[in-house]
Structures are given as structure tokens and as C-alpha cells.
């Protein structure tokens, strides 16, 4: 069984994988002594410098993540509390009885509501505490979720959603190809939208059932992020991931308020040709969820790795350039297939873990809320089988600084923020929890 896990390597949802962590109860919090990271990265080369756009700092034996020790004004030795003490805390179940959801994501209109996505092709609606009863929207009979990674993958509500009553999806369909789609809500306040009001974007053929990653964000730019897997199998077998002439194994980037049905952005970096013009950024295996970070613009990437090491990756704000994560010539940071081309950049992630810890990164969020101000700048990540939520958080000199957090919350498949910037954690058997403070 473990070998099947392993290769199938994405964020998975068969049964197999399940036996990986049972759905187990709250368990307390687990503290660990924070972790430098070392950033050095062997024979990894890093973003060329850009005069025009901010590029990713070099990563480098000199910068790598490090717990400073500062003294007081007194001269006597400080402890810097890089992390809060997790045991103060607690994650509180705020709903239940959802069936199979896989993220979550607000509408930025006051409202209050969060909009839940179960997998077979149904979004929820919390709203005070309260599970509506009614789908906000139902597609299940064009959503194809045959296969353990196809579904009702990811949502996003459009900026002027109050106004315009639009939002964003990425699902598979009944050929289990991709699908990225417009609906909307009228009026936007309302609690239903039609399945008519669908207009597809984009339809992206998929070679196997895995790897169709799903993250679907808007930026601070006003842009439509998509995140797309590598196209499934194991070990990216056509190299899709490398290539600029597929969408598969890549970022995209559009304007969905220009152009039918979108516009190419001017400044993604294939807009005048090279690739396809859609492309922001490749070289990734399965990015199911990505995140920016609401205070600073910063991008976080959880990607899915093959059969050893998960990955975190990161771009500053106004990041630009030729941005290769790596894939298929890593594995993190780990030699996978292929020899690097002379010259050729690639970002390496600001973390990465084996699989003895876990086998299938979810991509988090950072905390920007207002009720637990002590956890502001942290980026919260998971693993969909071991269950734990894990802690990054940017030190004042650049580096970055880990640490083990919580423990025993089932089969992590997302997480998200509310309006106000609360952070919440979707377990796949069924529940959304709510950190707060015991």
C-alpha cells in the first residue's frame, strides 16, 4: 500500500491514502524547538537580476534561516518568541457534516459568509455559525469526480463581487478535463447562484486523472491566479511542467476584466511570445494551493512532491522574470530527472520535508487577522495524511524560521481566511475548524 501512496503522489483522496492517518480526534498541541532552514541550495541557481521588477533574493549559505538572540537594553541575554506557544490555543469546529469539502473562501462584501467547496460539485454556505441547508451553487452534473483527485477543486470571489456578483471555479468534467468557469450571483447578496449563468474561460485537456492541481486566487494586482498540476501519472512522463507549450505544470495569470473571455496581462512574461501567453510561472508538479499573503502581496506555494519531499515555495511581492520552480529537474531541492541547462535559473522552496513526515502538502495561509495579533505574519501549512499544521514566518533580516505547531486534524485538504483575516482548516472527512485562543 505504502508504494501505491507514494506514487500517486498528489493531494489524494482514495481510500488507500486514508489508511495513511486515520481520522483521529483533537489532540494537543505538539511544540517543537523552532528549526533554521538551510536556504543553501547546491547546484540550484536563482532569478536573474531584473532592473524592471523586484526579483526573488538570493538564497544563500550566508542567509540561511537563523533564531537571532538580541540582548536586552541591559545587556542581559533575551528569547525571542519567534512563534506563539501553540498549547495556548486551540482549534474549535465551527462546522460539520460536510461531505468531502476541499476549501473554502469568503466574499469580500461584508456578509460575514464563507462559501465551502465539497468535492462532488456543491458549495456551502456558513454564515453565524450556521451550515445553510441549500447549495449555493450545484454542478454535479457536469463535475467529474470519478477519480480521487477530480472534483469541485478550488473558488474566488471576484474583487467587486458586491457589485458584480462574479466568481471564479476550477473543476473537472465528465471527460475529466479542466475546466475554469464564471458564474454569478443575482444579486450578489443572495444565497444561490445559477448553473446557468456558467461562462467557461478556459478548458484544459488532462492526459491522467491526478495532478490537476486547483488553486484559484485573485491577487493584489486585480489578476486571476490558477493554479495547474503537471497533467498526472508519475514523474511528469511527457515533461509537461518544463514545457511553455501547455498549461499543464504552471501558474497562469489573466485579466478577467478585459477581453472575452480574458485578456493577457502585459507583463506576463510569454505575452509577446515564447509560450503561451497565459503562463506566469512553471516548473511545478501539483500546486493545489497558493496564497497571498493579504498585507504584503507576497505569494506562498504549496506544492505536491512525487514519492519523497514536499515543498514550500515563495515570491516576494512584484516578483517578475523567468520563474521555473524546478520540476521535473528537482524534487525540492533533490536531483530528480534531467540535468539542469547551463545558465538556467530555478527557485528553490523556502521549505521542504520527506515523507517520513508526511506525503502530501496542503498549502496554507497567513495569518492577518485581528483577534490572535501575536500569529500576524505566520504562514499555517499542513499535510493531507500525517495531519499536523506547521508554522513559516519571515524574519526581519529575510530569513525564515519553522516550527511543528498542531497535531491530530484529520485529512487536511485546505485552508482559508476569513473576511477579517481568521484563519480556518478544512479536514476531508467532513469539518472546518477555526484557530483561536483557549
Not at 524547538?33 to 531584473?50: C, F, K, M, S, Y
Not at 489578476?223 to 499543464?248: E, K, R
Not at 520540476?327 to 536531483?335: A, I
Not at 506525503?359 to 496554507?364: E, I, K, L, P, Y
Request: aromatic share 10%.
Amino acid at each position: 500500500m505504502k508504494s501505491i501512496v507514494h506514487r500517486s503522489c498528489g493531494l489524494i483522496f482514495v481510500l488507500l491514502l486514508i489508511g495513511c492517518q486515520p481520522n483521529a480526534p483533537l489532540a494537543s498541541p505538539t511544540q517543537l524547538e523552532p528549526q533554521a532552514i538551510n536556504t543553501a541550495r547546491p547546484g540550484v541557481t536563482n532569478l536573474p537580476p531584473d532592473p524592471t521588477q523586484q526579483t526573488v533574493p538570493p538564497l544563500t549559505q550566508e542567509n540561511e534561516a537563523v533564531h537571532p538572540e538580541p540582548t536586552s537594553p541591559t545587556g542581559a541575554e533575551t528569547v525571542v518568541q519567534i512563534f506563539p506557544d501553540p498549547n495556548a490555543y486551540r482549534w474549535v469546529e465551527v462546522a460539520g457534516r460536510l461531505k468531502a469539502p476541499v476549501g473554502m473562501a469568503f466574499a469580500p462584501d461584508g456578509s460575514g459568509r464563507l462559501f465551502i467547496l465539497e468535492q462532488e460539485g456543491t458549495i456551502r454556505i456558513w454564515q453565524n455559525g450556521q451550515l445553510a441547508q441549500k447549495p449555493f451553487l450545484d454542478i454535479r452534473d457536469r463535475v467529474g469526480s470519478r477519480g480521487s483527485e477530480q472534483g469541485l477543486l478550488g473558488i474566488a470571489f471576484h474583487p467587486r463581487y458586491a457589485e458584480n456578483g462574479y466568481f471564479y471555479v476550477n473543476y473537472t468534467d465528465q471527460a475529466g478535463d479542466t475546466v475554469i468557469a464564471r458564474f454569478q450571483a443575482d444579486p450578489p447578496s443572495g444565497d444561490a447562484a445559477s448553473p446557468a449563468s456558467e461562462r467557461v474561460l478556459l478548458q484544459i485537456a488532462q492526459p491522467y486523472a491526478n495532478h490537476n492541481g486547483g488553486a484559484v486566487v485573485f491577487g493584489p494586482d486585480g489578476y486571476l491566479y490558477l493554479g495547474l498540476g503537471d497533467g498526472g501519472s508519475a514523474g511528469d512522463p511527457q515533461n509537461y511542467a518544463q514545457s511553455l507549450n501547455t498549461h499543464l505544470g504552471k501558474i497562469l495569470r489573466l485579466d478577467v476584466d478585459a477581453g472575452t473571455p480574458y485578456a493577457i496581462p502585459p507583463t506576463n512574461p510569454f505575452a509577446a511570445g515564447g509560450g503561451l501567453a497565459e503562463i506566469w510561472a512553471y516548473g511545478l508538479r501539483n500546486p493545489w494551493r497558493l496564497a497571498f499573503d493579504r498585507k504584503t502581496g507576497d505569494l506562498y506555494i504549496g506544492d505536491v512532491g512525487q514519492n519523497q519531499w514536499e515543498e514550500i515555495d515563495y515570491l516576494p511581492s512584484g516578483a517578475g522574470g523567468d520563474l521555473n520552480f524546478g520540476w521535473k529537474y528537482l524534487e525540492g531541492t533533490h536531483p530528480y530527472e534531467g540535468t539542469i541547462p547551463p545558465g538556467k535559473s530555478l527557485i528553490p522552496p523556502i521549505y521542504e520535508y520527506g515523507h517520513e513526515q508526511g506525503c502530501s502538502v496542503t498549502g496554507g495561509v497567513v495569518y492577518r487577522g485581528t483577534q490572535l495579533a501575536e500569529w500576524d505574519g505566520i504562514y499555517l501549512f499542513g499535510d493531507y495524511c500525517a495531519g499536523w499544521v506547521d508554522g513559516l514566518r519571515r524574519l526581519a533580516n529575510g530569513n525564515w524560521a519553522y516550527q511543528r505547531l498542531f497535531s491530530g486534524l484529520g485529512r487536511i485538504s485546505s485552508f482559508g481566511e476569513d473576511e477579517q483575516g481568521e484563519v480556518y482548516v478544512i479536514d476531508h472527512g467532513g469539518k472546518m475548524y477555526r484557530l483561536e485562543r483557549r
